[in-house]
């Protein structure tokens, strides 16, 4: 289309995880350098490993899943999310939807919220990065997006600063439910990167008090020590 062509010498196209420029009207998202040194997460992964192993929690969520090692896309998420690289958030939506389209996540689930940054780093950023994600996410899956689904009414220290235990503490009743209606509701929760699983865990946790009957999770990235490495996330 004209308009994609037109738009290619505005924005010129570029890698969505090095940035580097991958050529006018190439369509290519992903340069052949990372392409070849792509790093997923592998299937097998335990998401509550460091939730139930380590914390000794009870686990909220019936099962989730990342695309990427955070490693591999850190610089990637930083542009998204401290530079305001919002294009970007459509190129993770698409990824994550064609990544997670074949576990058959989308037909289980009937309604997608996200983990909520706090207002006063909304201020300081301007968006909400997952629930940018969130919302490019419903809209190609077609599921129903629920905007103020989970509030924030904490204004958590950022969970990078923290050790294990901390992050607990941290989110702990830092979430509530926005004004909807989850009986019954089978729900995804979105965020861009998975950790320790403390605070997907904590959204899970007031999704079924408020009735929800499954609660999933996708992230664009996850690291941790169980991936191999004290990734300051
Ligand atoms: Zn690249």
């Known amino acids: 289309m004209i308009i994609d062509y037109l738009l290619d010498f505005v924005f010129p196209p570029r890698c969505v995880i090095c940035g580097e420029l991958t050529g006018y009207g190439s369509g290519i998202k992903i340069c052949e350098k990372c392409a070849e040194n792509t790093s997923y997460v592998e299937n097998d992964w335990d998401y509550t490993f460091t939730l139930r192993n380590k914390a000794g929690k009870h686990v909220y969520f019936e ?15 930083e542009r998204f999310k401290y530079y305001g690289a ?23 689930a009937d309604c997608i919220v996200y983990v909520p940054i706090s207002k006063n ?9 997952a629930g940018y994600l969130a919302k490019e996410l419903a809209q190609i899956s077609g599921i129903e997006f629920i905007p103020k689904g989970i509030l924030r009414h904490k204004d958590t220290v950022p969970q990078n600063k923290l050790k294990l235990h901390e992050r607990f503490e941290n989110v702990k009743d830092a979430f509530s439910i926005g004004n909807f209606n989850f009986t019954d509701r089978k729900v995804i929760i979105v965020d861009d990167i998975f950790t320790t699983g403390s605070t997907i865990n904590e959204c899970a946790r007031v999704l079924k008090k408020s009735g929800a009957k499954e609660v999933y999770f996708l992230t664009f990235a996850a690291a941790g020590e169980n991936l191999g490495s004290d990734e300051d996330v």
């Open 121 to 129: 780093r909304y201020k300081t950023r301007g968006f909400d990065q």
């Open 63 to 77: 099962c989730g899943k990342a695309v990427f090692k955070y490693s591999f896309v850190k610089k990637s998420i």
């Open 86 to 108: 919002r294009s970007l958030g459509r190129e993770y939506a698409r990824i994550m939807f064609n990544y997670f389209e074949n576990t058959g996540i989308f037909e289980k």
